[in-house]
């Protein structure tokens, strides 16, 4: 049975920090591409980045330069490194393995940012 599960969301301060993670199980996770979504309040869900099976990064202009994309084959897992948080980012975010016709999303862990 394949799961995909975030974990990491919670309560934080503007400017500051959180790590989600987004572990897989029944899948060989190597070769699935993995990519970050989050939906903000009265909002459609968004892409912000993800990263290819070989480590390629891409994201979108607005976390650039805050978040990073990371993943660990061994452990099957994904990570996103959150830095100076801002009221914007709250939202439920989302992961989502992909391979071929495969496709994976998990339930969401809410971030919400507030002072």
């Known amino acids: 049975q394949v799961q995909v599960v975030e974990s990491g969301g919670g309560l934080v301060q503007p400017g500051g920090s959180l790590r989600l993670s987004c572990a897989a199980s029944?899948?060989?996770?190597?070769?699935?591409?993995m990519t970050w979504y989050r939906q903000a309040p009265g909002k459609q869900r968004e892409w912000i980045c993800d990263?290819?099976?070989?480590?390629?990064?891409n994201y979108i202009d607005s976390i650039k330069d805050r978040f990073t994309i990371s993943r660990d084959n061994a452990k099957k897992t994904m990570y996103l490194q959150m830095n100076n948080i801002q009221f914007e980012d709250t939202a439920v975010y989302y992961c989502?393995?992909?391979?071929?016709?495969?496709?994976?999303w998990g339930q969401g862990t809410q971030v919400t940012v507030s002072s």
């Open positions: 989502r393995a992909r391979f071929a016709e495969e496709d994976y």
């Open positions: 029944g899948i060989n996770f190597s070769i699935y591409g």
């Open positions: 990263i290819t099976n070989n480590g390629r990064k």
